[in-house]
């Protein structure tokens, strides 16, 4: 068994709520590995009893999924009303041009992925984006940029 | 070993009298999501390392959200037997003053301070020079029923909600009480349901209580998609334990075996603060096997979705727990027939349930005489948009949506005026500025082309465009559409194509009738309230705003100059 599939195994099997399901495992591989390999449709389809056409339903639904490694950093920008109507295009604009992208996705370095999110959840506190899951509210196009600097500066001294 | 439910409180209350009236200082920090996007979590640290190095022993604890959002992060001091002191907009900075001054010297910080909060019990003298935080525009119109605990106990500690009346109304339930007369409480209260519908929840809980089926379910709802609402997360994230009972009482009402409590995945907050209020209930023995002694069993389990609107849906919900595409079911069979894992079920927002224990408490009688006319009890709004204080208040029913936004939300910031406001989440509808004045009140809202929904209550100033709001709307609800009724799924794509249209400045006269045929299409053919209330944005945004979308069509500008800024929308879809 590679390494690949032993972490995507032990994510499957590590699940501890009773209810388990093809949704729950694939959440539990993405939880370990950040993305949804094509090993882990094979693996959860044999685990759960189910096609593997059946799984892909499934992942393919929820766009939280992605199928390809994720990159170092993410930064999402929240799209939702709230953030909107106080000026969310303008900082996910920042934010693009501060990762050097046109729109949502990974750089070639891979080194940051950028998108936007529904709802991030802190609506009283918009326009608000988050780094690694980290939430910051109140941003506007310079605090956005610096904050995408900031992050990519920690990982080069972190190196 | 199986301690007493007299034992438990005795026990809660003496760790609670320890906290605030014991040897340390009380620091309290609200961590909630809007706590967190504020700085909460530097702020936490700034207070433990200024602790450490100033060599000052206090208590810190992360809490809830207290509802002021606006002044986050938000952290409060309670010396020994003394009165909540709040410091708002707190930096990381300014904690060495604060730890030093106050938590050290016993002396208020009170240029900085934001206000306090008497504490029942305490014999110490109000500040001086600090206002009383209940006189907070933000708070003198609050009744605070589910948000009774909120901002004041520690999500994480199951004690402090028992110090505070929880689980009072789980033992008068299963020892003072029947089945029967437990959900005749909540039939008397009027208690209509919090996700969007406002059915009656009595009504709901007596399909399920008279199936007489082994194995029946609760669920609890706390997807909560909805941009502009946060308030379910909040209650998670500020008081679980309310959830937690409510849920636990409601399957003692219904003859329910498992409650499950549904949240969208990688929210972290709101989901481990409920894990722990499940875990800790367990231990204590109010989830389990023989309830408090009696032949009441009952477990919670709180299971996660991937990223899905849809999934809030109470049928598609069930397909999400089960592991599938979150679609909705066709109906009937409903769900207190044929549910999740096709057993009988009901399904309740986390609102609605959080009501619950309150409920049994105090007595539907009592709940009944808040609010209007048939809408009983409080509402729990998210105040957002460019207003003066946003966050989220609990105020009666009733109450004139007018003095929401211009008093306790402080109006429009900047010396800005109101232009619209969008209600009830996407689906919802937006009010003109001179529509507000109106009581909130379910049919009230609903007739005027507005609904109460999640509560979530999205303020926009001049300088915001109808026609960009109503496109970003679409635009979520085309994003959102789960794809199973072509007329939702079609009927979105549609209505973003023309609404962009418009907002290029390329409409043409046809495209309103277009708009309005589509909608009806939709509202005739989904199957679930997607597709069904979907054309809301567009039909009350024309109601209140017709010559705004006039000018765009027919004179080719955008008023406000909104519509010819760069727009970007989620590239990855449903597939």
């Keep these: ?159 | 070993m199986v301690v007493s439910f007299v034992e438990i409180g005795l026990e809660a209350g003496r760790r609670w009298q320890e906290l605030t009236a014991g040897e340390r200082p009380w620091i309290r920090i609200g961590t909630a999501l809007c706590g967190e996007a504020a700085g909460a979590f530097e702020v936490t640290d700034a207070v433990e390392s200024e602790l450490a190095s100033q060599g000052v022993s206090a208590k810190v604890s992360r809490v809830g959200c207290l509802g002021l959002c606006f002044a986050e992060p938000l952290l409060d001091v309670q010396l020994p037997g003394g009165h909540r002191i709040f410091y708002g907009n707190v930096d990381p900075e300014g904690v060495a003053e604060i730890v030093s001054a106050h938590v050290a010297g016993g002396t208020p910080v009170t240029a900085k301070a934001l206000g306090y909060l008497a504490q029942n019990g305490s014999d110490a003298p109000v500040p001086d020079g600090i206002p009383d935080l209940d006189q907070h525009p933000m708070r003198i119109w609050e009744d605070r029923i589910v948000l009774r605990n909120a901002g004041n106990i520690d999500p994480m500690d199951i004690h402090q909600y028992v110090a505070n009346g929880g689980y009072q109304a789980l033992h008068k339930a299963l020892i003072d009480l029947d089945r029967e007369q437990t959900l005749d409480e909540v039939k008397a209260s009027g208690l209509r349901g919090r996700g969007g519908a406002a059915f009656p929840t009595a009504t709901k809980w007596s399909f399920l209580a008279g199936n007489p089926a082994p194995e029946k379910y609760v669920l609890c709802n706390c997807e909560e998609g909805d941009p502009g609402a946060f308030n379910d997360k909040n209650i998670l994230e500020s008081d679980p334990g309310t959830l937690v009972e409510g849920v636990i009482i409601a399957g003692y009402a219904t003859g329910a075996s498992k409650g499950y409590i549904f949240i969208r995945h990688g929210h972290n907050g709101p989901i481990d603060r409920c894990r722990a209020a499940v875990d800790q209930a367990r231990e204590l023995g109010f989830l389990g096997e023989n309830i408090m002694g009696t032949d009441f069993s009952y477990e919670i389990e709180v299971a996660l979705t991937g990223d899905s609107y849809v999934a809030g849906e109470e049928s598609a919900l069930m397909e999400a727990i089960e592991g599938k595409r979150a679609m909705p079911r066709f109906r009937p069979p409903f769900p207190a027939q044929v549910g999740l894992f096709g057993k009988p079920t009901n399904i309740n927002n986390v609102k609605t349930l959080a009501y619950v224990p309150e409920i049994v408490s105090k007595g539907g009688e009592w709940f009944a005489g808040i609010g209007h006319d048939t809408s009983t009890g409080t509402v729990i709004l998210c105040l957002t948009g460019p207003l003066k204080y946003t966050g989220m208040v609990e105020v009666p029913l009733g109450i004139n949506l007018k003095d929401v936004i211009n008093e306790a939300a402080g109006g429009v910031q900047d010396g800005k005026t109101l232009k619209f406001l969008q209600t009830g989440g996407p689906l919802g509808g937006v009010l003109g500025a001179d529509s507000i004045d109106i009581l909130l009140d379910f049919e009230i809202l609903r007739a005027a082309g507005a609904i109460v929904g999640s509560g979530g209550l999205i303020a926009a100033d001049e300088s915001a465009c109808i026609v960009d709001m109503t496109r970003s709307l679409i635009s979520f609800c085309q994003y959102e559409s789960c794809g199973k009724c072509f007329p939702c799924r079609m009927g979105m794509s549609h209505l973003l194509e023309v609404l962009e249209r418009i907002c290029r400045l390329e409409g043409t006269s046809e495209d309103l009738a277009l708009m309005r045929n589509i909608g009806e299409n939709m509202q005739a053919g989904s199957l679930c309230g997607h597709g069904q209330l979907g054309f809301n944005p567009v039909s009350s945004a024309l109601r209140y705003f017709g010559p705004e979308f006039d000018a765009h069509i027919t004179d080719r500008i955008c008023p406000t100059g909104t519509c010819l800024a760069p727009r970007y929308s989620p590239a990855q879809t449903r597939r």
């Design chain 1, 1 to 159: 068994m590679s390494g690949l599939e032993q972490r995507i195994h032990d994510a499957v099997h590590g699940q501890t709520q009773p209810t388990v399901t093809v949704l729950s495992s694939l959440l539990a591989v993405e939880d370990e590995l950040g993305y949804i390999p094509k090993e882990a449709l094979d693996f959860v389809a044999g685990f759960s009893n189910a096609t593997v056409n059946d799984v892909w339903a499934v992942a393919s639904f929820y766009p939280n999924f992605r199928f390809e490694p994720p990159s170092e950093h993410v930064v999402e920008v929240c799209w939702g009303a709230s953030c909107h109507v106080v000026g969310a295009m303008g900082v996910f604009k920042s934010v693009l041009e501060a990762a050097g992208l046109e729109d949502e996705g990974d750089t070639l370095d891979r080194r940051l992925t950028v998108r936007l999110n529904t709802c991030l959840g802190a609506c009283s506190q918009a326009p608000v984006m988050s780094m690694d899951h980290h939430l910051a509210g109140r941003t506007n196009p310079d605090s956005a940029a610096k904050n995408v600097a900031h992050l990519l500066e920690e990982e080069a001294h972190g190196r």
